[in-house]
C-alpha cells in the first residue's frame, strides 16, 4: 500500500471519527436532562465506553495490560483521563445553550491552538514538529472560521428556570430570541 494512499485513509477514518463527536455532545446533553445531572450523564457516557471497549479488547484478544508499568508513568499520562471527563461534561452542558455547530468550532480551535503548541514543544512525549507559516495560517483560517460561526449564530434567550438550573449544572430548555 503506497504512503499516499494510507494518508488519505487515515485521514478519512479521522474525519469519520470527528463527525461522530457532534453525535457525542447531542446525545450526551440529552442523557443529562433525563439524569438530572451532567454528572451523571459524564459517568454513564464513560461507562458505556468500557462496556464497548471491553468486548473488543477480548475480541482482537489484546494482551492484558502491563500494570507493572503504571508506577512508572509521569503524572501527565492520566490527563487523558481528566481532558476526557471535563470535554463530556462540558459538552453536554453547553451544547443546549450554545448549539452543537458553534461548540464543536470552538472545541477546534482550542484543539488546533493547543496541538501546535504540543507539537513545537514536544511535550507529552510527542515527536517536536516545527510551526511552518502554513500551518500558522490554517489555524489562522479555523479561527476567523470560528469567529465567523459565533457571529452568524443566532442567539438564544435562556429562561429563569433554566438560568437557575444551569448554575446547579443542569442543563434547560432554551427558546430563540426573535
Known amino acids: 500500500m503506497n504512503s499516499s494512499f494510507t494518508l488519505v485513509a487515515l485521514a478519512a477514518l479521522a474525519v469519520i471519527a470527528g463527525a461522530l463527536v457532534p453525535f457525542q455532545s447531542g446525545s450526551n446533553a440529552e442523557l443529562g436532562r433525563a439524569l438530572g445531572h451532567p454528572l451523571w450523564a459524564t459517568l454513564v457516557s464513560l461507562l458505556v465506553s468500557m462496556l464497548v471497549v471491553i468486548p473488543i479488547l477480548l475480541a482482537i484478544q489484546a494482551p492484558l495490560p502491563a500494570l507493572g508499568a503504571i508506577k512508572n508513568l509521569p503524572a501527565w499520562a492520566w490527563l487523558g ?83 437557575t438550573q444551569f448554575t446547579t449544572g443542569i442543563s434547560g430548555a432554551t427558546e430563540p430570541k426573535g
Open 81 to 163: 483521563g481528566v481532558a476526557g471527563a471535563i470535554y463530556i461534561s462540558s459538552a453536554l452542558i453547553l451544547v443546549p445553550r450554545v448549539g452543537a455547530t458553534s461548540f464543536i468550532v470552538c472545541v477546534i480551535a482550542g484543539q488546533l491552538i493547543t496541538s501546535l503548541l504540543l507539537d513545537y514543544h514536544g511535550w507529552l512525549n510527542l515527536p517536536v514538529r516545527e510551526i511552518s507559516i502554513g500551518r500558522v495560517l490554517g489555524v489562522i483560517l479555523v479561527l476567523v472560521g470560528m469567529v465567523t460561526v459565533q457571529w452568524f449564530s443566532p442567539t438564544v434567550v435562556v429562561s429563569q428556570q433554566s438560568a
